[in-house]
């Protein structure tokens, strides 16, 4: 039985070697209130396929993993209180179990290495959690991130996470993380502040000619291109109060970010939501962009 099943479209464009974007399922389940984030996949979709890219958003549903999914299965994943959070450790098990599995960035890179998917758009990633130096958590992202060939879009980092720790990390593991008009990486809600990135890049032709040398040098890493976000928030305190009340509620590891991001929806009345969601597909849109730029130079 086939562990993997390739959308009819999708798999089309992977072998006509057409441009194809990967989307994360984790957004759709946990990142909004329930039943909101389906309507922004949908828009990602429709933006990638605007810029003449394919789009294959990624989850496993019924013991499969779906590369590409129907509107019914997307509409599962925003809709359903029983989707679980999948991360590459996670996805063996949540297809044996047959459970419905909302693929984080990590989980979702660990599946475009196995499809030969190079284009990724997200949010924001996953990264060195705050107080990591007395309680080790650091997001699978960065893993998948130092082993798999793919150029990802996001708002730079979770502005929840310890941004500077994991820029560090960033850079020790080798991953270029190039800003897009900008000298710093974003704090996801927030255009400024984070520490400086590696380059700042002003075409999507640019950035597909770095990513492309990047891979002939041998480099089977991916590479980070950070989008600031269109309107910047500033929830700083809001972070920080959550954190805390995460921790006085005994709150760890994965459940941590789905959390915070709760809390910071509903402490900032709704403000949060509305910049997550318009990033998302500003970021899903710019990676179909670049993985168009990408396919004119092969």
Known sequence: MDLVRIHPEVRAALEARRPVVALETTLVSHGFPRGEGTAVAAEAERRVRAAWAVPATVGVVDGLIQVGLTEEQLDRFGSSPDARK??????????????????TAGGTLAVCRAVGIGFL?????????RGWAGRPDISADLGELARTEALVVASGVKSILD???TAELLETIGVPVLGWHTDTLPLFYAREGGPPVSAR?????????????????????????????DESLDVEPL?????AEAERQGIRGQD?????????????????????RKLIVENAALAAEVAVAFARLQ
């Open 201 to 229: 890049v002003l075409t999507v032709e640019e950035v597909a000619q770095i990513a492309e040398f990047h891979w002939r040098l041998g480099r089977h890493s991916a590479l980070l291109l950070a989008r600031p976000p």
């Open 121 to 129: 758009g997200t949010g924001g990633l996953g990264g060195v959690h």
């Open 256 to 276: 941590v970010t789905p959390f915070l991001l709760a809390y910071l929806h509903e402490s900032s009345g709704g403000a949060t939501v509305e910049v997550n």
């Open 239 to 243: 972070i920080e109060d959550g954190v």
């Open 86 to 103: 999948v991360g590459p450790r996670d996805l063996a098990v949540c297809a044996a179990r047959r459970e419905l599995g909302a693929t």
């Open 163 to 165: 941004v500077q720790a």
